[in-house]
């Protein structure tokens, strides 16, 4: 139990929370018709898989990197409470179990799920590549709402592209302030993020700039989709709040408060949206 504890601690498995319920939401948008219980279910379960694998693949291909940050060296891993050997084989049974999964659902999610695992593979290496490896996670995440119409669906419609925008600007925004904290690091170590390329201050309005993006292709889904009503534009009024809250939290020279805009503000903001979603439904 001790090393299971550890390795959730490494694959920072509470964090699912910033995709699953966006993924719920968008199984609810979606929908042309009530999925089944096994439906959502198997939807469910790719998200974590998928997750799991990309975390693990993260600190596989990091380690170096981890080994050497202030921030990460006293990782699970790193100290040796959980061997590297299991981190990436918890990274390829997960990818594995994720294509299992994706066979399960239908011939068209299978056909796509190495992309999605190549994706997960690819993002630690950005980071070596360019300036904007932000972009590669908020690509995997725009693939969730297109997963999960190929899943309910069989297609992908514009609703999913817009709803997939979103969040890949979501995710984009909420990266470039996290790579914040590793701003010194980075710069002495050749790892690359906006925050090196364009320094703090112009990374900060990026990221403000992504997520008021993320507010008005939200917006957009609201206006497209056939049966949003008023619940559903008064609910994104508290995500902008949100939103606003988080960067009113990060500053340029006061990062102190960084892990409560990341961790907290995000996991509501996923939240919320999902239920602002739902109670529309419903409604």
Partial sequence: MRKLRALMEVIKFEHTIFALPFALAAVLLLAQRPPSAEKILLIVLAVVFARTAGMAFNR???????????????????????????????????????????????????????????????????????????????????????????????????????????????????DVLYSLQDYEFDRRHGVKSLAVKLGKERAIKAARLAHLITFLLLLAVGFLHPKMGPLYFVGLLLLAAFLVYEHRLVKPNDLSKLNKAFFTVNGWISVVYFLVVLVDYLV
Avoid: Q
């Fill in 60 to 174: 596989w291909i990091d380690y170096e990197i981890d080994r050497k940050n202030p921030r990460t060296r006293r990782w699970a891993h790193i100290r040796g409470e959980i061997s590297l050997e299991a981190v990436k084989l918890t990274a390829v049974l997960s990818a594995a179990a994720f294509v299992v999964v994706a066979a399960l659902i239908n011939n068209l999610a299978l056909l796509l799920s190495p992309i999605v695992v190549f994706l997960l593979w690819f993002y630690p290496y950005a980071k070596r590549i360019t300036h904007a490896p932000h972009a590669v996670l908020g690509l995997v995440y725009f693939l969730i709402p297109v997963a999960v119409d190929v899943a309910l669906n069989e297609r992908i419609s514009p609703l999913s592209l817009l709803l997939g925008g979103a969040m890949a600007a979501w995710v984009f925004g909420f």
